[in-house]
């Protein structure tokens, strides 16, 4: 079964940096386009950032281009997002997910950044 599981979440300062991980497995990850998305306490979801397959194509929201970087390792099957420049309002769970735009797939459990002093 397609499972999705990220990592690297954790509690960083402002002006600081993560690196989120999301291990894929039960599909074919080199064929599919991958998407991060984030939710913050009391708020709706919010999309992140997309990349299709050989990473041709990279897309970010307006609130992280030029902070976020989105990438993938088809040999390790594993999707990144490294996090520059983190503000608190970046705090939230973040999720990868193995599709983009209107498509449907699966999510992961989610990973918990918070960004504070």
């Known amino acids: 079964q397609v499972q999705l599981v990220e990592s690297g979440g954790g509690l960083a300062q402002p002006g600081g940096s993560l690196r989120l991980s999301c291990a894929a497995s039960?599909?074919?990850?080199?064929?599919?386009?991958m998407s991060w998305a984030r939710q913050a306490p009391g708020k709706t979801l919010e999309w992140v950032s997309a990349i299709n397959s050989d990473s041709s194509h990279i897309y970010y929201a307006d609130s992280v281009k030029g902070r976020f970087t989105i990438s993938r390792d088809n040999a390790k099957n594993t999707l990144y997002l490294q996090m520059n420049s983190l503000k608190p309002e970046d705090t939230a769970r973040y999720y990868c997910?193995?599709?983009w735009g209107t498509g449907s797939g699966s999510w992961g459990q989610g990973t918990q950044v918070t960004v504070s002093l």
């Open positions: 997910y193995n599709y």
């Open positions: 039960g599909f074919t990850f080199s064929d599919t386009p």
